[in-house]
């Protein structure tokens, strides 16, 4: 199947069924190589990948059980609602073959902290359209797996890496619905409205009109 862009990111569906099928090495392999063609400023290469594969995925879901765990245990829920639910937490990561760790390196001052942010956001965004390309579902998941500090240990990540996101990755159950959505707001800077803003720049940077009263 060969897509244009504009079909990928219009096909590209969060699937959360999958066939239990593995997917070829090649696939996966093609699919974490999009991410590195992501706009990234001073080409910083600031995202770390960490792929969890069929048995791979089992501490990342017992991770997830525990934290489910220890969080309605701290609710006061009564233990076997809490098993019941943990367990399902569990299972819930375990849908897809294939669970890609996306993570973003944080160092620097804020604006390269936000831009190495906004650059594995875009990384992740490339892997799905590639997946949705290859004829591959794909979920973005983030949540409080993904701000967990027990995660970041667990995987071996730095303590101040962020997780962006948590790729699922495998063959859909079902073909892909199909998407609606809004256009985006917008809104056009008119030529009639440049001389108004200009006048204002020196009142936005200095709290002061540029022309006095
Ligand atoms: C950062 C991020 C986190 C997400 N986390 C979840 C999630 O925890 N659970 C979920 O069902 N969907 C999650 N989604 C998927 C969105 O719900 C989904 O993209 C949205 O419903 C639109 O559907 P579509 O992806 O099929 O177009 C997440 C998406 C993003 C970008």
């Given at each position: 199947m060969t897509l244009s862009v504009q079909e990928a990111i219009r096909a590209r569906r969060t699937v959360k069924d999958y066939r239990p099928d593995p997917v070829p090495r090649q696939l996966v392999e093609a699919v974490l190589g999009a991410a590195a063609w992501a706009p990234n400023h001073h080409l910083t290469q600031p995202w770390r990948l960490i792929v969890l594969e069929g048995p791979a995925r089992t501490p990342l879901a017992e991770l997830r059980r525990a934290l489910k765990r220890r969080e309605l245990l701290a609710k006061g829920l009564p233990p076997a609602q809490v098993e019941a639910e943990a367990a399902e937490s569990a299972a819930k990561l375990l849908r897809a073959p294939v669970l890609i760790v996306v993570a973003c390196q944080q160092v620097g001052d804020e604006i390269q902290r936000q831009e190495d942010f906004s650059a594995t956001a875009a990384a992740i965004q490339n892997m799905l359209l590639t997946a949705t390309e290859l004829g591959l579902g794909s979920f973005w998941t983030s949540g409080p797996l993904a701000i967990a500090p027990e995660t970041n240990t667990l995987l071996g990540?730095?303590?101040?890496?962020?997780?962006v996101g948590i790729v699922h990755l495998g063959y859909p159950a079902a073909p892909l619905r199909s998407g609606q959505r809004p256009p985006p707001p917008v809104r056009w800077i008119t030529p009639i409205e440049v001389p108004k803003l200009v006048a204002q720049v020196e009142r936005v940077v200095n709290g002061r009109t540029s022309t006095p009263a």
């Open positions: 990540l730095s303590p101040s890496d962020r997780i």
